[in-house]
């Protein structure tokens, strides 16, 4: 008895080592994009890394961590099956952070709340649509503009879309009204204003 029990082992073993190596592995999210983000965190500079990722199902997610801080995944509650996706990131003054996916089929920019506070993050979809065929998904970025809103001016988040067009590469920018992204004109000191009413 104890002889078969030793040849059946022997056998699982070598079953088991002659199995291909993918063989029941379950695929993980596949990394597509990562980059890093400074942030204030009291006294002292924070850097955040942000990575997207896609599950095998296709849906799409932001991990982020820091220094210190255990790693985060928020799922960006939509499903994008293959291809090209990239993101880009920029801090509002008032501690926000502003996210943009960006791949051919189109845009989606999240509002993504504060990433110094623990806990998961709540983003809020502020944009989402296709874009132009001309449109250079890879070079979209996220900043913060001066934008004059009356007398005053007021950082806003703003995101820039490039197209290339017959060789000829132009920047169209636009910043955040209070509900929407909206084109914006650059002004002659260095400011920019909304392109038609606010």
Partial sequence: MQRHAALLASLALVL????????????????LDSDALSLPLLEEEGIFYLTLVRSPDGRIALRDRSAGSPLRTTPLGFSYPSGSTFGSYTAAPDGHVWAAVSMAQGLRVYDLGDLTQPGPLAPVLIEAGAVEEDVVPEQTQMGIIAVLIGLLVEPRPSLALTSVTDGTSNTIMFAFDGRHFTSVVQDEDGTWSFNGPE
């Fill in 16 to 31: 088991v080592a002659a199995a291909p190596a993918q063989a029941g592995r379950v695929r993980g999210p596949e990394v």
